[in-house]
């Protein structure tokens, strides 16, 4: 967690570590999730589909081809096939052997460390039922208990988010998006009664903008900050969180880095 780049307003800004500490290892792997956690951010980002079976895997792409020495369509594999296959390999060769998680795993790997979680559903209309897999998930993990560490789930797809919430009112959402349109003022109070949390592309960014967000009252994490610059204008922008695949970038500032 770190201040705000004046320094006078001690609000926290949460370093979030995006698809683990993706700059340094395989992303959405247990070696990037477990670096981002020695680094201290302050929650992991992941995104998470169904197998074949109706698991929930962590896996950016659609389909295994760039991350894996696998091919094909995640939603066609069970998780048994999926994790057979080498995660790890395509990043380097120290990687090999990095297995794609289940969301069962990631979670009861990072249980004590007290990191949170962003949790993206990626695609929801590939996967119906996907909503309310995820609200079981993680009320068997007690994160929905108080005292849990913070989660936050975010989807592209507004209508996914609505769904989780009919399971889990109190879990906070957030809409990605790349489009300017959602930071129109009409669309951002009629967000601000369904979301808690709208978070842009850094290309959306502008101070006026981050005002704009919070004008109704919505918070916003930030994606996805890979130089140390793109760092330092979202923490003079006060932004509510930092999503970047280079987790030192941003908690060089704090003194528990
Ligand atoms: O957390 C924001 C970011 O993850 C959204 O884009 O493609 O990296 O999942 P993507
Ligand atoms: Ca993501």
């Known amino acids: 967690v770190t201040a705000g780049a004046a320094g006078a307003d001690t609000a926290a800004i949460w370093t979030i570590a995006h698809r683990g500490a993706a700059g340094y290892a395989p992303e959405n792997t247990a070696a ?6 020695h680094m201290k951010a302050d929650l992991l980002e992941l995104d998470v589909q169904l197998s074949r079976d109706g698991e929930l895997v962590v896996i950016h792409d659609l ?3 760039r991350t894996t020495n696998g091919k094909g369509e995640v939603r066609d594999m069970t998780l048994r096939e999926l994790q057979a296959l080498d995660a790890g390999s395509w990043y380097g060769p120290d990687y090999r052997g990095q297995r794609i998680l289940s969301l069962t795993d990631f979670l009861t790997r990072y249980a004590r460390t007290g990191v949170g979680y962003l949790i993206e559903i990626k695609e929801p209309s590939l996967y119906p039922g996907i909503e309310q897999r995820l609200a079981q998930e993680l009320e068997v ?11 936050i789930v975010q989807s592209f797809d507004l209508e996914s988010l609505v769904r989780f919430k009919q399971f889990l009112p109190f879990i ?6 790349y489009d300017d ?23 959306l960014v502008t101070e006026e903008a981050i005002r704009k967000i919070r004008q109704y009252h919505l918070k916003t994490m930030v994606w996805t900050v890979r130089e140390p610059n793109q760092a330092e204008l979202l923490l003079a922008y006060r932004v509510d969180g930092i999503i970047t695949d280079y987790p030192d970038y941003v908690l060089w500032r704090s003194s528990s880095f």
């Open 32 to 37: 990037a999730f477990d670096m981002a956690v």
């Open 63 to 65: 389909s295994v081809d």
């Open 141 to 151: 993990h007690g994160l929905t208990r108080s005292g849990a560490p913070p989660v």
């Open 172 to 177: 906070p959402v957030g809409l990605l998006t």
């Open 181 to 203: 349109r959602d930071l129109d003022s009409d669309r951002l109070r009629r967000l601000a009664r369904t979301v808690e949390y709208v978070n842009p592309h850094l290309a």
